[in-house]
């Protein structure tokens, strides 16, 4: 559930992620999320370093926004996954994700 080596504890998620990089992919899975940043899995992948855009979706919450993320790390092998960094969430934004993340977990 969690990695104790992060800044922010990481959740296991059920959020859908357009991602717009070098490549567009559209309904994409989170696999995880915390107030840092997001993992997300795919078939393709950027450079650690790349900045990309992120439009998220919260259905339960029926919340949605954009963010601007730079890719943190690349797992270039099965499964194929990648650590995305938020830069700049607002306040509302943070708001969201925390909500989202005590939704799912019962943690505050």
């Not at 997300?40 to 450079?47: D, N, P």
């Not at 919340?63 to 797992?75: K, P, S, Y």
């Not at 943070?94 to 993340?101: C, G, L, M, Q, T």
């Amino acid at each position: 559930m969690t990695d104790s080596r992060r800044a922010d504890p990481r959740f296991e998620a059920d959020v859908q992620v357009d991602f717009t990089g070098k490549d567009v992919l559209l309904f994409h899975h989170v696999e995880n999320i915390s107030l840092g940043g997001i993992c997300i899995q795919g078939t393709t992948s950027e450079k650690v370093g790349s900045s990309v855009r992120l439009s998220l979706s919260f259905p339960h919450l029926e919340e949605n926004f954009e963010v601007r993320g730079e890719i943190a790390w690349v797992n270039t092998e099965a499964p194929l996954d990648m650590g995305i960094r938020f830069i700049a969430l607002s306040e509302h934004q943070k708001d969201v994700i925390r909500r989202y993340i005590t939704g799912r977990t019962g943690v505050s």
